[in-house]
């Protein structure tokens, strides 16, 4: 192959004459052309630039966080009221459910209540004025005396309750009670809604110590776990167990003898539990029985 000289090695002229520099080409459309002097094109940020950002993103994050009082007071707002000390309840629901157990005492018939009639409900309400006078409106003075005449009262209601079941269950056993369906479940209906409101001031004096005990939130550990102690965010922040509550709790395991969404936690709530669920299903279980076998 020749070789022509300002040629390509094919031998095509390059339109080039020898000896000549070749012309300087154009920049692409809008590109600015180069010029001397001009400085480097900017590259990647220095390292010297990165530090410098994150000082000012710790800097920015420190001024931005809370500082050490603000947590702790956040954490205090966060506690739930039945876990501090919080204002005594107010007595007047107690003392409406002890009234009125004494008011079914007086309507039971003469053979199944303790003789002479009147003792019982003058002894109940000596000890609920005692109460009252300690702690008038909310019960918030703790005394040992307090708790003792408490448990007095509740154990001496149970009693006179327990005396009128057993001669009802004897009766309906020997045939000597029942003999009107309309009676016998009224009389049934009547013990059975006192056992009730017993195990409820049993529950509401044994919880975490008694209810002056939880306004003072001395004992962190409770008897019996309610749904708003599990679920906080579903509660109100000044909620705490109470005398109705533990009414409900009382009900609801006199009802389905079971626990249903209060859960006990130590034994003693379990046995004392157990036991209130054995004497209503016994109680249930032989008046509805004998009412239904009256009304056939």
Partial sequence: MTHIPGGTPDGIPDGTPDGEDEPPRRPPAGVAPEREGDPPPAGPPAAGGEQLGDRLARIEALLLSPTRSQLAGAGQRFVPAWRRATRG?????????????????????????????????????????????????????????????????????????????????????????????????????????????????????????????????EHPVPDFLFVQMQSPELAPAHWEPAFLDYFYLSFTNSTAFSPTDVMPVTRTAKALMLVQAAVSLLTVVLVVARAVNILK
């Fill in 89 to 217: 309840e107010p007595r007047w629901a107690a003392t409406a459910a002890i009234l009125v157990v004494m008011a079914i005492q007086l309507t039971l018939p003469g053979r199944l209540s303790v003789q002479p009639r009147l003792v019982m409900p003058a002894v109940e309400f000596a000890l609920l004025i005692c109460l009252t006078a300690l702690n008038p409106h909310r019960i918030e003075r703790r005394s040992g005396v307090y708790r003792l005449l408490s448990l007095v009262l509740a154990l001496t209601i149970g009693g006179a309750n327990a005396y009128s079941a057993v001669k009802l269950i004897s009766g309906l056993i020997g045939g000597t009670e029942g003999h009107s369906a309309g009676s016998l479940l009224l009389t049934g209906g009547g013990i059975w809604l006192v056992n009730a409101v017993i195990f409820a001031l049993l529950y509401w004096e044994l919880d975490r110590g008694g209810p002056a005990a939880r306004a003072a939130g």
